[in-house]
Each structure stands twice: as C-alpha cells, then as structure tokens.
C-alpha cells in the first residue's frame, strides 16, 4: 500500500471571485482517485502543526505577524491571497500534510500529498501562494531519522523553487535541484544545487531528457538518502501559468522517470502535487493524477 496524504482542509478556503489559485483542485483529486477505486483506508489525515514549530525553523517575527493577522498589507499582497483564520489553518494542515507524506515514505518507500509544493516560502516572507516552505519542512523531519543523513528534493515545478533554495542554502544535508521555466516567476531567481532553465515552449523530448539528466546528476553526485519530489504540472501545456508545451503523456512519463530512479536506488520517495492552474479543474485533476498512475496507486490511463 503506498500512503495517501489528504484532509478536507486542503480545498477549504473561501477566495474572491476568479481568484488564480484553483483551490478545489484537491478535493477533486481526492474524488477522482476514490471513484477509481482507492480504498479510503489509504488515506492518512494529518494534523496542523503549531506556530511554535515553525518558529524553531523560520522567522518567528514573520510567523506571529502572519498567524494573528498582523502582517503587513504590502507582504500579504506578495503572498496573493487575502488573510483569514482559515488560510492560516488550511496552511498549517498543508503543511503537516508534506511533513506526515515525508515520514510515511521513510516507513513504506513511498508516499503521496495531495496538496505540497510550497517553495516559494521563505525564512522571512511568503510569496507566490506559499505561506510557509513545506518541502523544507518535511526535508528537516526526514533528517531526524537514523541513518537518513542526506535528503535530495527534486523540483519539477514551472516556476523556480526560490524559497527553498535558499532555506537550503547553507545545509549541506540538503541538496536542491530545480527544473523550471526560465521566463517565468519568480524574477528573480536564487541558487538551487542545480538549475534547469528550460525555453518557452520546450516540448516534451527536451524535458524528459533534462529530466533524467538532472535526476543522474543529482543521484549520483550527492548520493542522498531520501527524496522529496515536487511533481507541479504547471508544465502542462494547457497551464494558464506556465508556457511550456509538454503534455499529458510527458507529464507521466517525467513522474515514471521520478519514481524508478528513486527504486532503482532504494531511497524513500515523498510526493507532493506541486503548481497547476487550469481554470477548467475536471481538466487539471486529470493531470495531476499522472502522478497516482506512475506511482501505481491507480492503472495507467
């Protein structure tokens, strides 16, 4: 049985009217995986983090202003959501969520979120959606394991995973890898161990390739312990945010490529569903759900 990560939460939080972010997309998945025959006991429901904890980890003057509602107006706008109790709560769940996938792969070999992907967080301040860097989270957790020393997170998301480059910046037990758009946000970019900067428009033969260069590179290079993959399908080239051109097929067969390095290694893989934002989420949940297939959670399409 491979865990699944899930609690209501994730697609309970009330935006203004066509607000960017597609919040219902997790229920959806949820759904979608329970009509083709997920049994419910595979879900695992976590429970939110406290703000303490995540004050051992990032700014504590940041966490308090952003939990109690103090935070000013201009960060809150660099988030892009309004605030409310209930984004804090759903936040916190999220990220207990990556935290709890990263600690059941430790004991299964494998384990999926659905929600994750954070990585536009930061010590200090949230941007891009993220509030808090749950990857960087679940890294730190992992490391607390006997015999787990050194954790590989492997971000194939659109836009570059910022944040956690950063938080990781000076942790030699964590290395980075990021394969993004290079024309897209953030602006500016930070220093990630690697960085794949792809083209506008690069099609599914480039990214596979580059892909399984960068997953040898990493792999082989660092020689980590576990993995924490960040399969956004931001990528997709029905993304409204994206522009790259890879399609569904491409989509599983990177996911695929993921889930048999990390076998043919023997490291503990965490998943999490990363960026997608497809207006149309029938659509969209149908992508992110590649990620289920290659992982055999559900047959291929």
């Known amino acids: 049985m491979t865990p699944l990560v899930f609690h209501p939460i994730y697609s309970q939080l009330e935006l203004p009217a066509r607000h960017r972010f597609p919040i219902e997309k997790y229920q959806g998945i949820r759904d979608k995986l329970a009509t083709l025959g997920v049994p419910a006991e595979h879900f695992k429901q976590p429970q939110a983090l406290q703000a303490e904890q995540l004050c051992r980890v990032f700014n504590p003057d940041y966490v308090k202003q952003l939990v109690t509602g103090s935070l000013d107006p201009k960060a809150m706008r660099r988030i892009g ?55 960087y989270l679940a890294a730190l957790a992992m490391l607390q394991h006997p015999g787990i020393d050194k954790i590989l997170i492997f971000d194939c998301d659109v836009h570059q995973g910022d944040g956690t480059a950063k938080l990781a910046a ?30 506008k428009g690069t099609e599914d033969e480039v990214y596979l390739n580059t892909v399984d260069e960068a997953l040898h590179l990493a792999i082989n290079s660092f020689q980590p312990d576990a993995i924490i993959y960040d399969a956004g399908v931001d990528i997709h080239i029905d993304d409204d945010l994206g522009h790259l051109a890879i399609s569904t097929q491409g989509v599983y067969a990177r996911d695929k490529l993921v889930f048999a390095a990390a076998k ?12 997608g934002y497809q207006r149309n989420i029938a659509a969209l949940v149908e992508v992110h759900l590649q990620l289920y297939r290659a992982a055999g959670v559900i047959p291929p399409a």
Do not use: M
Request: aromatic fraction near 10%; charge should be neutral.
């Open 170 to 199: 000076n942790n030699p037990h964590i290395y980075t890898v990021s394969i993004h758009g290079e024309k897209n946000f953030p602006t500016i970019k930070q220093q990630s161990n690697l960085d794949f900067n792809l083209a």
């Open 81 to 135: 959501f309004p605030w409310s109790e209930q984004l804090i709560q759903r936040s916190l769940t999220a990220c207990a969520g990556t935290v709890l996938t990263a600690q059941l792969a430790l004991e299964h070999g494998k384990a999926l979120n659905l929600t994750g992907g954070y990585h536009h967080a930061f010590a200090n301040y949230g941007s891009g959606f993220c509030l808090f860097n749950d990857l």
């Open 264 to 275: 043919n290694k023997g490291l503990p893989i965490a998943a999490v569903i990363g960026g």
